[in-house]
């Protein structure tokens, strides 16, 4: 703690700076830091810097969780709320009064998202309860070392299970997608359930490769076809499932969360 005040602009003191390193919050070659270690020189020293002020609200909203530990914790997103932000009214502020207290000596002072789930979508989001553990989870991310599953009800015939490769935004953009049931509509002509798998994460990437190829997701108010929305029901688009190594255990982690209700309605068989 001698050695590192100057090296962080948001730390000035050796106070600050061994404050930061009891909440965990400093990693020295990757490995959390603490008050006795020796700095040689040449070693990484990092900072870790919580994206969600102390001062933000939390709110009252029931959240289901799927799964839970001292490292990190999968929810159930419902549909029609915003993951973060600056509203009041996000997922991000529901967290705490919905998870436990990690009792690990870097616990975030607010458990964090890892990714992003669009407003309209419902479905798994992974959150970090320490430092270490988003560091960790935002790195499995990167490496494409977490497998999503969603599925989704589209418009118009498909005929075949696929994969689409269109760019987005000018950056590599790939999505799996297989055709599960189909329904004939008078309006829709084709109703399809599919599931589908990104590998990778651009932003509204689901949505804009169904409608790229003339089958938007139903309920898509910005991607979908005019005239073919359903009123007061939403997108048809929940993410089930997330899999990836535990970064702190090595277990396996493999969640699946059930179609809502609205799926089942249109498809009843499922």
Do not use: C
């Not at 839970?68 to 419902?78: M, R, S």
């Amino acid at each position: 703690s001698d050695f590192v005040p100057g090296i962080f602009k948001t730390i000035s003191s050796k106070k600050g700076m061994k404050n930061a390193i009891k909440k965990g919050l400093v990693k020295i070659n990757g490995e959390i830091g603490y008050t006795a270690d020796y700095i040689k020189g040449g070693e990484n020293i990092e900072l870790y810097q919580s994206k969600i002020p102390e001062n933000k609200p939390t709110i009252d909203l029931n959240i289901e969780v799927i799964f839970e530990d001292d490292y990190l914790a999968i929810v159930n997103k419902p549909a029609g709320i915003l993951v973060s932000g600056n509203k009041k009214w996000t997922l991000e502020n529901a967290l705490s009064s919905n998870l436990k207290k990690s009792a690990k000596k870097d616990a975030l002072h607010r458990p964090e998202p890892i990714h992003r789930l669009d407003y309209p979508t419902s479905g798994a989001l992974l959150v970090g309860k320490t430092t270490q553990a988003v560091m960790d989870l935002n790195k499995l991310f990167e490496e494409r070392k977490i497998e999503k599953t969603y599925y989704a009800i589209t418009i118009g015939l498909i005929e075949d299970s696929g994969t689409i490769n269109t760019e987005i935004d000018n950056k590599t953009a790939k999505t799996e997608f297989e055709i599960l049931r189909k329904l004939s509509s008078p309006k829709y002509e084709f109703l399809n359930l599919i599931k589908l798998k990104p590998h990778t994460g651009r932003r509204h990437q689901l949505r804009i490769h169904m409608a790229g190829r003339g089958n938007p997701i139903f309920g898509d108010l910005k991607y979908g076809k005019d005239g073919l929305i359903l009123q007061g029901k939403g997108l048809y688009l929940h993410a089930s499932g997330l899999k990836f190594l535990h970064p702190f255990t090595g277990d396996l982690v493999s969640v699946n969360i059930s179609l809502p209700k609205k799926f089942k309605k249109l498809f009843p068989a499922i």
